[in-house]
């Protein structure tokens, strides 16, 4: 039953139904506590800072709090030393703030911020203390708050350092093994971590790669995928597209040479965001239906009304017998999917233009 249990959670979770999301943890948090094993512990922890997330999504500070500080207590009270502790006051500290609780999140920014200087963890030291400064100007406190600028930027650079060497010694392997997305995601991650190391000539060297393969993945990827998926799909890529644009509006003077480049990919990302929108069911639909293709319109229809099905099955499950059903007609309307674009003439490709 918890497998189902977890499965409802995350289909709540990416539909934003917060509600839900906090009954269902709320049951694994029962199920949690029926068990004495130290991994039922940490996992009642994980589903509590599950449900401070979805009550702070509400705004519902106050139980968002009362959730948070349960996942606080696991920590204080079994592992001091894991460095999910820091993180979990600092979310308990955030929530406080939010709440105007401010004496006691002032306190928890603090205690955050030292652990994360004990476990030289810079980059959530400096969130801790931009998130401490925001605190204290909501309280009208003109307070001084220690940065750690240059711990933090050698921190980072060196983290930013490890991801561009990882990311880069397994391009080719992402490529043939995990397919065209992941490899355009992993180039949009290195361009992303050369922007924030303000190498802007091989974060545009990257951006070059990454936008192009992008378009070429998502066309691929998008046959196979339902409306909703798409968008979680294209949603996923949003931020590094976002961070695009980030670096066309601060980079600092000095890079002229870089603008015809980026000007060109700037104009090739809004035909790609452009083609994402209009790339819904309703558009493909009306272009299908004006091909008056009866059989390829049937068996589109009929992919649509299996989605449906799908998407309704997912959301009531209870049994293994309901997941597998989901299973059994996901495999099914894949296959049909498979058919589908077997047969497709080339225009269907022209909705990602």
């Given at each position: 039953?918890?497998?189902?249990?977890?499965?409802?959670?995350?289909?709540?979770?990416l539909?934003?139904?917060?509600s839900?999301?906090?009954?269902?943890f709320?049951?694994a948090?029962?199920?949690?506590q029926?068990?004495s094993?130290?991994?039922s512990s940490l996992?009642m922890?994980a589903?509590?800072?599950?449900?401070?997330?979805a009550?702070?999504?509400?705004?519902?500070?106050?139980?968002a709090?009362?959730?948070?500080?349960?996942?606080?207590?696991?920590?204080?009270?079994m592992?001091?030393?894991?460095?999910?502790?820091?993180?979990?006051?600092?979310?308990?500290?955030?929530a406080?703030?939010r709440?105007?609780?401010?004496?006691e999140?002032?306190a928890?920014h603090?205690q955050a911020?030292?652990?994360?200087?004990?476990?030289?963890?810079?980059q959530?030291?400096?969130?801790?203390?931009?998130?401490?400064k925001i605190c204290?100007?909501?309280?009208?406190?003109?307070?001084?708050?220690?940065?750690?600028d240059?711990?933090?930027?050698?921190?980072k650079k060196?983290i930013?350092?490890?991801?561009?060497?990882?990311?880069?010694e397994?391009?080719?392997m992402?490529?043939?093994?995990?397919?065209k997305?992941?490899?355009?995601?992993?180039?949009g991650?290195?361009?992303?971590?050369y922007?924030?190391?303000?190498d802007?000539?091989?974060?545009v060297s990257?951006?070059?790669?990454?936008?192009?393969?992008?378009?070429?993945?998502?066309?691929?990827e998008?046959?196979?995928?339902?409306?909703?998926e798409r968008?979680?799909?294209?949603?996923?890529?949003?931020?590094?597209?976002?961070?695009?644009?980030d670096m066309?509006?601060?980079?600092?003077?000095?890079?002229e040479?870089?603008?015809?480049?980026?000007?060109?990919?700037a104009?090739?990302v809004?035909?790609?965001?452009k083609g994402?929108?209009?790339?819904?069911?309703?558009?493909?639909?009306?272009?299908?239906?004006?091909?008056?293709?009866?059989?390829?319109k049937?068996?589109?229809?009929?992919?649509?009304?299996?989605?449906e099905?799908?998407?309704?099955?997912?959301?009531?499950?209870q049994?293994?017998?309901d997941?597998?059903?989901?299973?059994?007609?996901?495999?099914?309307?894949k296959?049909?999917c498979f058919?589908?674009?077997?047969?497709?003439?080339?225009?269907?490709?022209?909705?990602?233009t």
């Amino acid at each position: 039953m918890l497998p189902i249990l977890i499965m409802q959670v995350c289909a709540f979770s990416l539909s934003e139904q917060q509600s839900e999301a906090i009954r269902c943890f709320n049951e694994a948090v029962g199920f949690y506590q029926t068990k004495s094993d130290a991994s039922s512990s940490l996992k009642m922890a994980a589903c509590y800072k599950s449900i401070g997330n979805a009550y702070s999504a509400q705004r519902d500070f106050a139980h968002a709090i009362a959730a948070y500080q349960k996942c606080v207590d696991y920590y204080e009270h079994m592992d001091t030393q894991n460095t999910e502790y820091p993180k979990a006051l600092l979310r308990l500290a955030k929530a406080e703030e939010r709440n105007k609780n401010y004496e006691e999140s002032v306190a928890h920014h603090k205690q955050a911020m030292k652990l994360f200087e004990e476990h030289g963890m810079y980059q959530d030291y400096s969130e801790a203390a931009s998130s401490l400064k925001i605190c204290y100007m909501d309280m009208g406190v003109d307070e001084n708050v220690d940065f750690k600028d240059d711990a933090s930027a050698s921190e980072k650079k060196a983290i930013l350092d490890k991801v561009i060497a990882e990311e880069t010694e397994n391009l080719e392997m992402t490529r043939e093994y995990l397919g065209k997305l992941a490899y355009a995601t992993s180039l949009g991650i290195i361009a992303g971590s050369y922007e924030l190391k303000q190498d802007y000539v091989q974060a545009v060297s990257y951006y070059k790669q990454y936008i192009p393969a992008l378009r070429e993945a998502i066309s691929e990827e998008f046959r196979m995928q339902s409306e909703a998926e798409r968008m979680l799909t294209w949603r996923e890529e949003e931020n590094r597209i976002r961070d695009f644009f980030d670096m066309m509006a601060t980079r600092p003077v000095g890079y002229e040479s870089l603008n015809g480049d980026i000007a060109a990919l700037a104009y090739d990302v809004e035909l790609l965001s452009k083609g994402i929108l209009l790339n819904s069911s309703i558009e493909f639909g009306k272009l299908l239906a004006q091909k008056e293709n009866k059989k390829l319109k049937m068996m589109y229809d009929d992919i649509k009304s299996a989605d449906e099905q799908i998407r309704v099955l997912r959301s009531n499950m209870q049994t293994e017998e309901d997941a597998n059903n989901v299973l059994t007609l996901e495999r099914e309307n894949k296959n049909a999917c498979f058919s589908y674009y077997a047969i497709a003439p080339k225009w269907q490709t022209l909705l990602i233009t």
